[in-house]
């Protein structure tokens, strides 16, 4: 394994163990704050009052401080698919604290995420050098890139303004979907920040360039958008549902937008991509044995 990425491998693995933790420590304390006050899922806001969501999103600020830092040593493709692990933190945790059971599939669904997350790392591509933020804005700015945002924009938009407030408390794919299209521009614009403050750090001074603030300004956008949509799939459906097909659904969009803006493959043989993407397919069908064996608990 190439040196940053071994540097961004240990980073998102931090990141993994806290975002985890952080799922069922914040599903505490929603539940708590829907004892005295309208639940989140149904637009109340008396979470923010409540110091045990606070934790968790302390524990969640923590895990995504460590992601982003990984972002910055290593290429999404090898740092996102790695969010498989804060799943199966999130299933034992949830079996111990939320008694919500984890069957004998569902530890085979782990092992399967830890299989296909070895298989991922094993066969990643090499970070790209990149000297200017500059570098990254015009990669942000090809045609292909473009056309990405501007239907990822529009999925989100149709998702948020339609189908939301008609099928959100049923359907868990509407909040998720929401979560997932707008958490691959996030990352995307979460690396291009990360890689200006390194640059900066190293003596180029990149905040000069209004790219950067734009790149800021999306993050900053998205992450609310997130957060807001976490919370309320989050309190509105069981949390070993949640975190796979949410998992499955951001990193998916995350490779595809990666692919298209950074070129991760370009230059790996079809053997390491036929393997990288094998691996990829060996966890998502972890996280969706997971999904369905919490899913038959939840019906019964």
């Known amino acids: 394994m190439y040196s940053s990425n071994f540097s961004g491998f240990i980073l998102a693995l931090v990141s993994s163990a806290f975002i985890g933790s952080s ?28 110091p045990l969501w606070w934790l968790g999103m302390i524990t969640m600020i923590v895990g995504e401080v460590s992601n982003f830092v990984a972002y910055v040593y290593a290429p999404a493709v090898l740092v996102t698919p790695l969010g498989a692990l804060s799943i199966i933190v999130s299933a034992v945790l949830a079996h111990f604290l939320l008694r ?45 890139f473009l056309m990405y945002t501007a239907s990822a924009a529009a999925i989100a938009l149709v998702l948020i303004l339609y189908f939301s407030p008609r099928y959100g408390q049923t359907n868990i794919l509407v909040y998720i979907g929401i979560c997932s299209v707008i958490g691959s521009l996030t990352v995307m614009s979460i690396k291009a920040i990360g890689i200006a403050i390194k640059l900066s750090l ?68 079809a053997s390491s991509i036929a393997s990288e993407l094998c691996g990829f397919v060996t966890v998502l069908s972890g996280t969706f044995i997971l999904h369905s064996t919490e899913n038959q608990i939840h019906r019964h």
Not at 118 to 126: C, D, G, Q, R, S
Request: hydrophobic content about 45%.
């Open 23 to 50: 799922f069922i420590i914040k599903k505490k304390g929603l539940r708590k704050a829907g004892v005295s006050g309208p639940r989140a899922s149904v637009g109340g806001y008396g979470y923010l009052l409540e």
């Open 100 to 144: 919500e059971k984890l069957q004998k599939m569902g530890v085979l669904g782990c092992l399967l995420c830890i299989v296909g997350s070895t298989v991922i790392v094993l066969h990643a591509p090499k970070e790209r050098s990149i000297n200017s933020v500059i570098e990254i804005w015009e990669l942000a700015i090809q045609p292909a």
């Open 202 to 269: 190293e003596g180029t001074n990149q905040a000069k360039y209004f790219q950067t603030w734009i790149f800021a300004m999306v993050a900053i956008t998205c992450i609310i958008t997130q957060l807001n949509y976490l919370n309320m799939a989050l309190d509105t459906f069981n949390t070993a549902i949640v975190s796979p097909i949410y998992y499955a659904g951001f990193t998916s969009f995350t490779i595809l937008a990666s692919a298209i803006m950074f070129k991760d493959y370009s230059g790996q043989s």
